[in-house]
């Protein structure tokens, strides 16, 4: 998409202004799933004894004590993006702020299998935004922007929802495999509108929609020594079977000329890479436990409107502990890596992309009172790293920062 919007409008309005979603690609930790697996940084593999083992690890499930509804988690996430002299030498922001409802799971006993639905919001980007910038220079001599106005608005969403089954194969050995639907729905929109020093105006419109549906199968197997140890593997993957992208691109330069790029809309479907983790968890004595969680990303590339993104291998790794404070009470914390699968950003003309490695932690406090748990948590990520997102090929700084509050309940029965 980048490349051919370099083509097809002019050099002021593609110069001034990021022509990109505010869709993260090339993350795959922007949120944490789940009650106790969220507050644990979402280091789950291992243990996924509850709802959201559903999601992480099914074979979790088998150990879950009792039938279990679980409604977190409802959480406020914020997300900031700063490009350091990205207009015209000038820093810019872009911010995404929502209220995300990620997990809702229940389980049952039925014989020997344990059985469950749950439902998970992973990605979710809300952005409505409006800036207006001066005196922007534009690389040419005499001639600058006295006046820029930018309105841009995406939703961008990741919905997975399905049933999941796990069974004990053997003594302390249990399998699982949880079947989601995907869906993703993206709709981004972005004007611009420039004033220029010699009394001309130019104007930009992009509009891209898209709608993808698929399936990701999640198979998990734990091993483990009940109050001690256990080990667990997970392997998943996104497979696109169906999607649909609509672009428009609309420009009308300062000699009042209008021009229109309406390509066909797009069936390519994108290639999601495998996850694969491999998860430990240790109980120190029966009130302290740490877990450990290592997950690797195939690399992988799509097409979109003849625009090729490539996508690097990465290994992001996770770390909690979990600490009864009193019989009712529990403190969790965790820390974790969302690492890029960018590759490295060589300023080449076109090339358009982010390079952040991101660092975080999460930090809750559980209450339990008879059947019923609430947990009141949040976690923290930021990072630095650089970014090619205008027509000039120049590499310029960013920051990435986020953090996210949320309040969980479950209830056993």
Known sequence: MKRICAAGVSFIAFLLFPVLGF????????????????????????????????????????????????????????????????????????????????????????????????????????ENQYDTLFNIPTGTPGLSVTKFMINHKTEDKTYNFGPSFAVEVA??????????????????????????????????????????????????????????????????????????????????????????????????????????????????????????????????DYTLFGSKRSFEAVINGALGSEYRMTKDLALRAGLYSNRSSTPEIKGVKGENGEKVDGYGGSLALCYVAGKTSISLGGSYSLGDGKANITADPAIIDMAYRNWTLFISSTYFF
């Open 171 to 300: 003594s302390r050995l249990s399998v699982g495999v949880t079947l989601y639907v995907h869906y993703r729905y993206m709709d981004y929109i972005s004007n611009q509108m420039a004033w220029l020093s010699n009394d001309q105006t130019n104007w930009f419109n992009q509009y891209m929609n898209m709608e993808e549906w698929g399936v990701r199968p999640i198979l998990g197997l734990i091993w483990r020594q009940p109050s001690k140890f256990s080990v667990g593997f997970a392997v998943s993957r996104v497979f696109a079977l169906r999607s649909e992208s609509r672009l428009q691109m609309t420009e009308k330069d300062a000699n009042d000329k209008t021009t229109i790029f309406n390509p066909p809309n797009s069936s390519d479907t994108r290639d999601y890479p495998y996850k694969i983790s491999l998860g430990a968890a240790y109980y120190l004595n029966p009130d302290l436990l740490i877990t450990a969680d290592i997950t690797y990303y195939t690399p992988t």
């Open 23 to 126: 869709g993260d690609d090339s993350h795959y930790t922007n949120i944490l799933v789940g009650d106790r697996a969220g507050a644990l940084a979402g280091a789950y593999t291992a243990l996924s004894d509850d709802p959201a083992g559903m999601y992480y690890n099914p074979a979790g499930i088998v150990y879950a004590s009792e039938n279990s509804l679980s409604l977190s988690v409802n959480g406020y996430t914020s997300t900031s993006k700063e490009y350091k002299g990205a207009i015209g030498g000038k820093d810019w922001s872009r911010k995404s702020s929502g209220i995300v409802p990620n997990f809702f799971g229940m389980l049952h006993t039925w014989g020997k299998i344990k059985m469950g639905l749950s439902y998970a919001i992973p990605d979710q980007i809300t």
